[in-house]
Structures are given as C-alpha cells and as structure tokens.
C-alpha cells in the first residue's frame, strides 16, 4: 500500500513536471523577456544597459579614412559615423554602434538632410560584424569580398557592427555632385532587429500579442509558420474595430517591438 | 520504518522540484541546432531547417521604392559556418498588406545556373517577410545575386527563370549582388 502512494507520488511528479515543460511555463526567476533562440523566442530590442562608450568610435577608427568621427548618443547608446563620400553616384557614409543583443540588428532607417533637399536611403551595407561564439571565440566577418569570416579569442569587448549608408536622390533637381558634403547632416531615425526566419510567430504571438494586451485592444493574433514566411491573421477583434484599423494597430506594435527610435544626428560640420 | 515514512516524502518533494526546475533550467540550455550544412541545406527551407537563429545580412539591404516612397526591402541572408552554410533572399513588406516575390540566383556572371524563388499566395503585412529555400555549398557563401518586388493588385512572381537572367529596371531597381 505504501508503496503504491510513493510510486503515486512519483507518477504525479513527474506528469507535472512534463506538463509544465510542455507548456513552457518559464521558471519564476527568469526574465520573460530573455532571449531564447533555440526556442524560437527573440531577443527583445530593448537596449542593454551595458552600452560600453566608446565602442562604436573605435570600431569606425578603420572606416573613417582620415576623417573626424562623429558619435551621438540616443536611447542609451552610442552611434559612430564618419567619411562622408560620393560614390559610384550615390553619397555614402559610414556607422559603427555596439550590439545592444545578439538579435539581429542593423539601421532601420535614416535621411541624409543637404541645402538641397533629403536624400533617400538606398542601401545598407554591412562592413563588419562581431559576434560571441557558443565556444566563447570572437568571429569577425567582412564584407568587402563576399562573406568572409575570421575566428579569434576573444577580447572581451563588446560585439559591433559597422555598416555604410548608402543614399540617393529622389528628384532629379538635385545633382548629387553639387552636394556641398561638409554641409549636410545624417539623421538616422531609428535601428532595428527584425524576428529571424523561424522565430516570426513566436515574435507575433508573444511579443507582439503582449503588447495589444496590455493596451486592451481587444485584438488576438494567430500565426501559421510555414516553407517562405509566417502567415499572421487577427483571429478576433472588437466589433466596432474595422479590419485596417486593427492591422494597423498590429502593424504600429510590431514596429514599436522591434526598433529602437532616435534620432541620431551627425552634422558633417562637426568633422 | 519510521524513517523510511519520513525519507520517502522528502525524497518525493526533493523529486518534483528537481523534475520541475530542472527540466526548466535544461530546456533553456538547449541550443539552436541546425540540421543541415552546406550541400545538405540546397533547396530546403531555412526556417523549418534552424538556420535562421544564427542568419545575419549578407549584402547591401536593397531599397524598394514605390512613386518615392519606401515600401519594402530585398535581403540577402546568410548562416555561417557555424550554422547552416547557407544563403536566402527574403523580401520584406514596409506597406499596407501587399504581395511579395523574391528569388536568389547563382552561377557566372549573369547569376543564371540556378535559383531558388519565394511567391506569396497571400497579401503580408507592415514588417512581414517572405523567403526564398536556401542556396548552399560545401565550399561557403559563393556570389549570388538577390532580387525581390512587391505589389498591391495581386500575386507576383520572379521573372526570367534561368538560364534567362535578369538585367534592366528590374536588375537596377530590385536586385542586389552579395
């Protein structure tokens, strides 16, 4: 008998514990919001409070071809710029900043201001990436030829990643050659981590979801992953919310989700 | 006996909390694994394959205009070698719901050997994705040539299968070389 309700107890142990793995109920001392790719979940953009000053004007040093480095900080951490240039008909310029996560970040948007009128962004370009390996090693990857990678131990310092701007006219009254390059500032509006292949539904249904939640919209996400992309659908919505208003609304919380707004503004007066 | 009476629920409780909290703590050390490499990720699809947790940009992020307004990006994505050793296009939507295609190419110098394409049979939203199975080689990222558009009116697909090639207002305005 009492062997039946210690093997009991055990059963029903180990049935809970399934249960609540199975669910993925997290355990109580972490972070809702931690980063847990293998899982699906992605990293939350919101900056680390360990932003190291610094970090991104030393990484430019390389880019910065002789010129001054500009450095902003914004959102609590720093942009570096320098070495603006016309090239191959467009104007270019270089940033650097640390990585606030290791989710996948690059500059989501950015105007470069001329006497003339803004110019649009055309490419963004990345020139080198540093990333922590599982085995603790620093990979430094390059651009310039393909991808190219170098793995080395590690330093210690922060990752980083420096890209180049690329920015074009959208008129023809502007003559990019005129451009007056001591004389227009790069505003960068924003950067941002888009969810990685496979982690979309994951982003829409939690993160994203979270946060109409929170706001009581009344509006619940479904999300299909599938070969070529995820398939988001709002399953249910307030009757008296149209369908373009509630996508809207999803659409203005997954940008929220996945940017970190600046502006960041270098004036290339400051070189 | 007495102390077997007070050993076994000890032993039970000291069992469901290590049932519990170990298998939380377990879980969270899994890593992402990929399950394919180069040759092996050829045509599959990096999502279903974990190839994504470890992909960054590969090349210039291409900017798709629409009368001067930015609505959409062609990308092109790759996992190293510590990953899957692999490349894809991915064509995201910044408008209102539309349509996407997107197509990566390879092979000399009109990158027109072979492609892997991405049509979406249904309209994605603002900050939405599509994209394309992976290009992969043993021998790395090679040069590969990474086109997508956008449209409102209906599905849209990646012209010029090879051994056509893409070249023109299409080459200039929506693809991007590696």
């Known amino acids: 008998?009492?062997?039946?309700?210690?093997?009991?107890?055990?059963?029903?142990?180990?049935?809970?514990?399934?249960?609540?793995?199975?669910?993925?109920?997290p355990p109580a001392a972490s972070n809702?919001?931690?980063?847990?790719?293998?899982?699906?979940?992605?990293?939350?953009?919101?900056?680390?409070?360990?932003?190291?000053?610094?970090?991104?004007?030393?990484?430019?040093?390389?880019?910065?071809?002789?010129?001054?480095?500009?450095?902003?900080?914004?959102?609590?951490?720093?942009?570096s710029a320098a070495n603006f240039r016309y090239e191959n008909e467009e104007i270019k310029v270089d940033v650097c900043f640390q990585l606030p996560s290791t989710a996948d970040w690059r500059v989501w948007d950015a105007t470069l201001q001329t006497k003339s009128g803004n110019l649009l962004l055309s490419t963004i370009a990345?020139?080198?990436?540093?990333?922590?390996?599982?085995?603790?090693?620093?990979?430094?990857?390059?651009?310039?030829?393909?991808?190219?990678?170098?793995?080395?131990?590690?330093?210690?310092?922060?990752?980083?990643?420096?890209?180049?701007?690329?920015?074009?006219?959208?008129?023809?009254?502007i003559d990019l050659r005129g451009i007056d390059l001591t004389q227009v500032s790069l505003v960068i509006q924003s950067i941002g981590a888009l969810p990685r292949e496979g982690q979309e539904c994951a982003f829409y249904l939690e993160t994203v979801q979270s946060r109409l939640?929170?706001?009581?919209l009344g509006i619940k996400l479904d999300c299909v992953s599938q070969e070529?992309?995820?398939q988001v659908v709002i399953a249910r919505k307030p009757e008296n919310m149209s369908q373009s208003d509630a996508e809207t609304l999803v659409s203005k919380e997954s940008i929220e989700s996945f940017i970190v707004q600046g502006p960041w503004i270098f004036p290339s007066s400051s070189q | 006996m007495k102390i077997r009476l007070l050993i076994m629920p000890?032993?039970?409780?000291?069992?469901?909390?290590?049932?519990?909290?170990?298998?939380?703590?377990?879980?969270?050390?899994?890593?992402?694994?990929?399950l394919c490499y180069g040759d092996s990720c050829h045509?599959?699809?990096?999502?279903?394959?974990?190839?994504?947790?470890?992909?960054?940009?590969?090349?210039?992020?291409?900017?798709?205009?629409?009368?001067?307004?930015?609505?959409?990006?062609?990308?092109?994505?790759?996992?190293?070698?510590?990953?899957?050793?692999?490349?894809?296009?991915?064509?995201?939507?910044?408008?209102?719901?539309?349509?996407?295609?997107?197509s990566i190419r390879w092979g000399g110098i009109n990158y027109n050997s072979g492609w892997q394409t991405v049509s979406s049979p249904w309209v994605i939203g603002y900050g939405?994705?599509?994209?394309?199975?992976?290009?992969?080689?043993?021998?790395?990222?090679?040069?590969?040539?990474?086109?997508?558009?956008?449209?409102?009116?209906?599905?849209?697909?990646?012209?010029?299968?090879?051994?056509?090639?893409?070249?023109?207002?299409?080459?200039?305005?929506?693809?991007q070389a590696n």
């Open chain 2, 43 to 102: 045509g599959k699809n990096p999502n279903t394959m974990g190839c994504g947790s470890t992909a960054y940009y590969g090349a210039p992020i291409k900017s798709l205009y629409r009368n001067g307004v930015k609505i959409g990006e062609v990308h092109n994505r790759y996992s190293g070698s510590n990953g899957c050793l692999a490349q894809w296009e991915r064509t995201l939507n910044l408008s209102n719901n539309q349509y996407a295609e997107g």
């Open chain 1, 126 to 173: 990345p020139r080198e990436l540093t990333e922590t390996l599982a085995d603790g090693k620093r990979r430094v990857t390059t651009y310039e030829n393909g991808v190219s990678w170098n793995d080395i131990p590690h330093d210690g310092q922060p990752d980083y990643l420096c890209e180049t701007l690329a920015f074009f006219s959208p008129t023809a009254e």
């Open chain 2, 10 to 34: 000890i032993f039970v409780a000291l069992l469901l909390m290590a049932t519990i909290f170990g298998s939380f703590s377990g879980s969270h050390k899994v890593s992402a694994a990929a």
């Open chain 1, 32 to 79: 809702v919001q931690a980063v847990e790719l293998s899982r699906g979940k992605i990293a939350t953009p919101t900056p680390l409070p360990t932003a190291i000053p610094g970090v991104s004007a030393l990484a430019i040093q390389k880019y910065a071809q002789g010129s001054k480095v500009i450095t902003r900080q914004k959102s609590g951490f720093d942009i």
């Open chain 1, 213 to 216: 939640d929170a706001k009581g």
């Open chain 1, 228 to 230: 070529g992309g995820a």
């Open chain 2, 128 to 175: 939405a994705t599509v994209y394309t199975p992976m290009y992969g080689t043993n021998s790395g990222i090679g040069a590969s040539l990474n086109c997508g558009s956008l449209s409102l009116s209906g599905p849209i697909y990646p012209p010029n299968p090879p051994p056509g090639y893409v070249s023109g207002t299409y080459k200039t305005n929506n693809c």
């Open chain 1, 1 to 25: 008998m009492k062997t039946r309700i210690v093997f009991s107890l055990i059963a029903i142990a180990l049935v809970a514990g399934l249960i609540l793995v199975t669910l993925g109920v």
